[in-house]
């Protein structure tokens, strides 16, 4: 050994011997003292008092029957108290005298030994059972180091989930990125399928991937082009095929990292029916997962109860008819369809609203608006872009009224006929830019804002819609009928004008509907 080495000696067992016979006291100190540091106590109190100061016993040698408080009374108060509670009790007692055992190993004791003490059986009981506390030490040990590492790792399992909604989060942005109608969809059928898996008794763990699922159940549509994904109005047969890629478009994207997932379920199925009739496979009952039949519902009642710019909200009891009535016809799981008719009793799925925060989304949403908005072969924003702002709560101040001025033409169908459907759109073109400078120049000389009069084009004709005063819109109407007029007897075609008056507040979608009926 090494001069500078200092030996460590190892920690002797401490020994605690409490008896009122001061020649038991020494005889067991005497037997015991040479492997182990013994301390002796003459009564129960005297014990207690030494139990005050460290290092605490690892064994304590404990008479029954002593003055002051006895062996029993002793041992209870050991146990009760936290930093004595682990110090292991051995009774003494008197050979022959009635002793309750059964009470003594109740109040925690781990063995008794009868007086007259007999060295070598004292010897014996004090090691085995030190070995056993150390035994049970080392297990306590290894207890609490593997709690740790459980703690430890289920810390970084909760660390890895919360990375992973982050990721599902990312990908929700990515989406709203290209069409914030889809990322709220997503987020909503999220909401509603967890309340009706919820219902349904679906477990935390599902209730997690249903959830993540429903985020992404319609990331394919990244790969849509805007033609078919922003389209207003209804599909045609190529438009149909086209979307109807997006669950295998998702699936490949989410196929190799989660082969064997339910999410992979989620979007692959999500618009399968139970009746065969879905895409892309035809699945039918059984093969289609159970969380994916959630999501078919939900995904079908948010895209029918939400307003988009091409379509008015459905009010719930008539998509929930709808639903059913696919439900009886067998496309739909029954038990599914009735959570959600009893989750949305009282619970209105719209009151959840997409908050995206992307930086220049305002830019690039304006841009990609002025795109998607735009009339074909024209100048001229379509009426779809009118309703896209009052849905925003972009347009009109809720404190005032506003007018809508509509403009259609009748015999062009005669013009068609004689000039062809391109000169015709080319005359529809030319009254409109004419008629829309004399509504830039009323906006110029009123010293309108853009959004108090703006021009649309609408069908095969125009819409105008202003919240600028009374007088300006008559007079601004009276100009227009005189130009149109005379623009339209060149053509041999007849203008219809109308004007109307909408109360503040008045829906603007239910306003357009009384002009046009
Ligand atoms: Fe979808």
């Known amino acids: 050994m090494d001069n500078n080495e200092t030996a460590v000696s190892p920690r002797k067992d401490h020994i605690m011997i409490v008896d009122d016979d001061p020649i038991t006291r020494r005889l067991m100190a005497l037997h015991l003292s040479g492997p182990y540091e013994v301390a002796a106590a003459a009564s129960g109190f005297e014990a207690l008092e030494l139990l005050r100061d460290d290092p605490l016993p690892d064994i304590i040698l404990l008479d029954v029957i002593m003055p002051g408080i006895d062996g029993l009374e002793v041992c209870r108060r050991l146990r009760d108290n936290p930093r004595w509670a682990d110090i292991s009790v051995i009774f003494i007692t008197i050979l022959g005298d ?29 090691k085995n059972h030190l070995r056993l506390k150390r035994l049970q030490n080392d297990l306590h040990s290894m207890v ?38 889809t990322a709220e969809h997503a987020m909503r059928v999220a909401v509603i399928s967890v309340h009706i898996g919820r219902r349904l008794g679906v477990s935390e763990q599902e209730l997690k991937i249903l959830e993540q699922g429903c985020y992404v159940h319609d990331i394919g549509k990244v790969a849509i082009p805007d033609d078919v994904l922003l389209k207003p109005g209804r599909f045609d047969k190529q438009d149909r095929q086209i979307m109807e890629y997006h669950p295998l478009i998702g699936g490949q994207i989410f196929s190799r990292h989660f082969a064997e997932s339910r999410m992979l379920n989620i979007i692959l199925q999500h618009h399968e029916r139970l009746d065969g009739s879905g895409y892309p496979h035809g699945l039918e009952e059984a093969a289609i997962d159970p969380l994916a039949r959630i999501v078919m519902v939900a995904d079908v009642y948010e895209a029918l109860i939400a307003r988009r710019p091409y379509k008015q909200p459905m009010k719930r009891d008539k998509a929930l ?35 995206s925060s992307i930086p220049y989304q305002d830019v690039l949403e304006k841009f990609r608006q002025k795109t998607y908005f735009r009339e074909p072969l024209s100048e001229f924003f379509n009426y779809r872009y009118l309703i896209f702002l009052d849905d925003r709560r972009l347009l009109i101040p809720t404190d005032t009224h506003y007018h809508l001025i509509r403009l259609d033409f009748s015999g062009l169908k005669m013009v068609n006929q004689r000039l062809g459907y391109i000169k015709t759109d080319q005359i529809i073109d030319t009254i409109g830019i004419q008629t829309n400078m004399l509504v830039e120049t009323c906006r110029g000389q009123k010293k309108l804002g853009e959004s108090e009069l703006m021009f649309f084009r609408k069908g095969a004709g125009y819409l105008i819609y202003s919240h600028a005063a009374e007088n300006i819109l008559e007079s601004l109407m009276n100009d227009c009928r005189w130009l149109v007029e005379e623009l339209c007897e060149e053509y041999g075609i007849t203008p219809l004008m109308s004007l109307m008056k909408f109360d503040k507040g008045q829906d603007l979608a239910m306003a357009l509907e009384s002009l046009y009926n």
């Open 144 to 181: 609490a180091r593997k709690s740790a590492e459980l703690t430890n790792s289920l810390r970084q399992i909760e660390h890895k989930n919360l990375e992973l909604n982050y990721l599902f989060e990312s990908m929700s942005k990515i989406q709203a990125s290209r069409d914030c109608y």
């Open 98 to 126: 009635e002793f309750d055992e059964k009470k003594g190993l109740e109040l925690g004791a781990v063995d008794y030994i009868a007086k007259p003490i007999k060295r070598d059986l004292l010897c014996l009981r004090v």
């Open 321 to 355: 008819t709808i639903i059913n009535n696919d439900a009886e016809r067998g496309m739909f799981d029954d038990s599914v369809v009735d959570c959600l008719i009893q989750e949305t009793v009282d619970w209105d799925p719209l009151t959840v609203i997409f908050d």
